[in-house]
């Protein structure tokens, strides 16, 4: 169990450009969930995968951004035309059931400029 | 009204006192409750959760739940300066978790 790994760490792009983030969890845990957490906020809820299957996304979560977990292990957020307000700290979290609490990675920090 | 509210501090407490850490929230049916520990520039990390209304002790740490008040606490005892971070409620509801802002806890030696 290495806990769950996210990719990059960091990330600058200029505004306009697409970016891809990666998240492998822990390799047991079939839920796996993206947050996005800005500067003295908590981390707010972007979207859920049970297994392959994304059962939930967030009303807020704008169409330019899109998930996958292909195969039930890693998942890819990515962000297209990219806008400032993009700039945030990108969580990703796995967990083995509901009301165990979630572990989560190190993160993935968006700057855009 | 926010989900989940916390003051958001900072809460400063000398070292070796009882730090207590509050959050309500606005969900009736919500049933698991968390609390998440976060260091400046680290991502959350799960201290405890608490299903039933009353106390739960682990180590210096005591989660108090109460239902029909709608509201949860985190009391650190003997709080030590590592204790220092944010420290995130979180409630879970459906497919998600929904957490508060956070509180910012300075323990000062």
Do not use: K
């Given at each position: 169990d290495t806990g769950v790994s996210q990719d990059p760490r960091h990330k600058i792009t200029k505004r306009g450009q697409n970016v891809t983030f990666r998240c492998d969890p822990i390799?047991?845990?079939?839920r796996l969930y993206w947050y996005r957490q800005t500067l003295g906020q908590g981390p707010e809820f972007l979207t859920y995968f049970q297994n392959e299957a994304q059962l939930e996304k967030s009303r807020?979560?704008?169409?330019?951004f899109s998930a996958e977990r292909p195969k039930g292990s890693f998942s890819t957020l990515e962000i297209q035309?990219?806008?400032?307000?993009?700039?945030a700290m990108y969580l990703c979290a796995s967990s083995?059931?509901?009301?165990r609490g979630y572990t989560f990675g190190s993160g993935t920090r968006l700057t855009v400029v | 009204q926010k989900e989940v509210e916390q003051n958001s501090g900072p809460l400063s407490v000398p070292e070796g006192a009882i730090a207590s850490l509050n959050c309500t929230y606005?969900?009736?049916?919500?049933q698991s409750f968390f609390w998440y520990r976060q260091y400046s520039g680290k991502s959350p990390e799960l201290i405890m959760f608490i299903y039933s209304n009353g106390d739960k002790e682990d180590g210096r740490f005591t989660a108090q739940l109460n239902k029909a008040s709608q509201y949860v606490s985190l009391l650190i005892r003997?709080?030590?300066?590592?204790?220092?971070a944010t420290y995130l409620c979180a409630l879970e509801g459906g497919n998600d978790m929904r957490f508060g802002a956070g509180t910012r806890l300075t323990v000062k030696p």
């Open positions: 390799s047991e845990h079939n807020l979560l704008s169409d330019r035309r990219t806008e400032q307000g993009d700039s083995l059931a509901q009301g | 606005s969900d009736r049916g919500s003997d709080s030590q300066p590592s204790d220092s």
